[in-house]
């Protein structure tokens, strides 16, 4: 997921020399920000789970930047008022394939039990369920 935030897809220039990931990406590249929905099925699951693998743990360090999601490319983020230490949502930094930046992507955090309403009316690149969601959602 931190490739299609920040574009900086293996193989490419935006890439980092030291970064751990040998040889070209052969996945699916965005060529713009995107935006993307990230879900869970409570407040708590997606702290503990996808927000803390793409962040860190907000609870230990009062930010994020310590996950997948490098420091340095999180332009700005907002915590949830639902929940202590859930990210809202994130705004990432992204560059195009010759690692010159061309806007910025958008990360959000969506519980389930949040409902049904939390998850309509955005045109979105992709989501993430890490768990299966209800039919309504």
């Known amino acids: 997921m931190s490739f299609h935030f920040t574009g900086r897809y293996p193989g ?3 890439y980092p020399e030291d970064g751990a990931w040998k040889g070209k990406w052969k996945g699916k590249i965005f060529s713009e920000p995107v935006v993307f929905w990230i879900g869970g099925e409570t407040n708590e699951t997606v702290t ?6 793409l962040c860190g743990r907000i609870e230990e360090n009062n930010e ?3 996950g997948l999601i490098p420091k340095e490319d999180i332009i700005s983020w907002k915590k949830s008022p639902f929940y202590p230490n859930l990210v809202d949502h994130l705004l990432i930094r992204h560059r195009n394939k010759e690692g010159v930046e061309d806007g910025m992507s958008i990360c959000y955090f969506k519980p389930y039990s949040q409902g049904r309403a939390r998850w309509q009316g955005d045109t979105v690149h992709g989501v993430w369920f890490d768990e299966e969601p209800p039919y309504a959602i």
Request: positive net charge; glycine residues 8%.
């Open 64 to 66: 994020p930047g310590y």
């Open 12 to 14: 490419t220039k935006s």
């Open 48 to 53: 503990k789970t996808t927000q803390r693998i």
